[in-house]
């Protein structure tokens, strides 16, 4: 599917950590065991998983997790199908979990990106916080953050 194309998700819902895995996998650590995809604080109980979907099949996963300072919120594992990359499903989930960590009383929220994902954060209100950093066996990072 061509970049410009703008793609319109049939619908953004919650979903299992486990579901998510598959996504991150292909994704985020091809490289890696997928139970390397298991994060801490996937099964706590206000952390949100949202999946968005074509049909039955998932096209994209973020989570969201209570996780810092009081008030703040960790963005963390979002990841779209390849091939539907830019095309507004990024959007659609980053604005799920913005959505989720206001509606519990979250005041920032702040994740570790690939810098090339630096500028859809940018689009989305983010800053960049710090320096690069590498992530063994992952690339190369920065700490963003946005005001909820």
Do not use: K
């Not at 968005?52 to 008030?71: D, K, N, Q, T």
């Not at 989305?124 to 963003?144: A, N, S, Y």
């Amino acid at each position: 599917m061509p970049a410009s194309i703008f793609f319109t998700v049939a619908e953004i819902r919650p979903i299992t950590a486990e579901q998510t895995r598959p996504l991150r996998h292909a994704v985020l650590r091809p490289h890696q065991p997928v139970s390397a995809l298991a994060y801490r604080g996937d099964d706590t109980h206000d952390t949100l998983h949202v999946g968005a979907f074509a049909g039955h099949e998932i096209i994209g996963v973020a989570s969201m997790y209570r996780e810092g300072e009081p008030g703040a919120w960790r963005l963390r594992g979002m990841a779209v199908a390849p091939g539907l990359q830019r095309t507004g499903i990024g959007r659609a989930l980053f604005e799920a979990c913005v959505a989720h960590a206001r509606a519990r009383g979250g005041t920032t929220m702040w994740f570790n990106a690939r810098t090339p994902a630096i500028e859809f954060y940018r689009r989305m209100g983010c800053e960049v916080r710090g320096e690069v950093f590498e992530l063994p066996d992952i690339g190369p990072h920065v700490v963003m953050w946005r005001r909820l």
